[in-house]
């Protein structure tokens, strides 16, 4: 299983931007996906996390009402709208998968399965 994340840059605060993560290799029928990012010095934080079905969504409270996770089955695709960007959202932002047939969001970071490699997001003051 390979996750590919992209979308990450440099962007103002205040300012947007849209990860993608997209699963390739082995086909699992039912997968939680999430995001999680760390900050330099700072320990891994779960950011996000979707459902299988996209009904069930969750969110760190610092990003919610501000960052919009979402899914496309069919692209094997999980996006992260960020919007009111803080300069303390900058890190580098994981997408990771869980291969679960619960229809559940997860927050821990060790229950997920498979990692991508990340994508840096920095926002400027």
């Known amino acids: 299983v390979q996750l590919q994340a992209s979308g990450g840059g440099l962007v103002q605060a205040g300012g947007s931007l849209r990860l993608s993560c997209t699963r390739s290799?082995?086909?699992?029928?039912?997968?939680?996906m999430g995001w999680f990012r760390q900050a330099p010095a700072k320990e891994r934080e779960f950011v996000a996390a979707?459902?299988?079905?996209?009904?069930?969504?969750a969110y760190a409270d610092s990003v919610k009402g501000r960052f919009t996770i979402s899914r496309d089955n069919a692209k094997n695709t999980v996006y992260l709208q960020m919007n009111s960007l803080k300069p303390e959202d900058t890190a580098v932002y994981y997408c990771?998968?869980?291969?679960?047939?619960?229809?559940?969001?997860?927050?821990?970071?060790?229950?997920?399965?498979?990692w991508g490699q990340g994508t840096q997001v920095t926002v400027s003051s």
């Open positions: 290799g082995r086909t699992f029928s039912h997968y939680t």
């Open positions: 990771a998968v869980d291969f679960q047939k619960r229809d559940i969001t997860i927050r821990v970071s060790y229950e997920y399965d498979y």
């Open positions: 979707i459902s299988w079905s996209g009904f069930s969504t």
